[in-house]
């Protein structure tokens, strides 16, 4: 059973930091591959990649946020002056490689402003 977990989600100010964590288990292939945010009402988009090296960013995010991982089912999320547009529900995906995609169940940042 493949589980994705994200945690560290808050309520924070703007200007505030939060660093998300995504643990991935449940296969020994499974590769995390970034996160993903879904504002109320509307789709959910992508926030960061991370390949073995590479990293990849939404533009309304760059500077301000970093992606990063410690093994191939461990990735962390580190955002710093969070604006209220940041506000969402922060997913991790993942891939084995049999090309099955995984996602967990999320973790609600909420910025106030």
């Known amino acids: 059973h493949v589980q994705l977990v994200e945690s560290g989600g808050a309520l924070v100010q703007t200007g505030g930091s939060l660093t998300l964590s995504c643990t991935g288990s449940g296969v020994t292939t499974l590769y995390i591959r970034g996160w993903y945010r879904q504002a109320p009402g509307s789709e959910r988009e992508l926030v960061a990649t991370i390949g073995n090296s590479l990293t990849t960013y939404a533009d309304s995010v760059k500077g301000r946020f970093t992606i990063s991982r410690d093994g191939p089912k461990m990735v962390y999320l580190q955002m710093n002056n969070l604006k209220p547009e940041d506000t969402g529900v922060y997913y991790c995906?993942?891939?084995?490689?049999?090309?099955?995609?995984?996602w967990g169940r999320g973790t609600q940042v909420t910025v106030s402003s």
């Open positions: 995906n993942g891939r084995d490689t049999y090309g099955d995609t995984y």
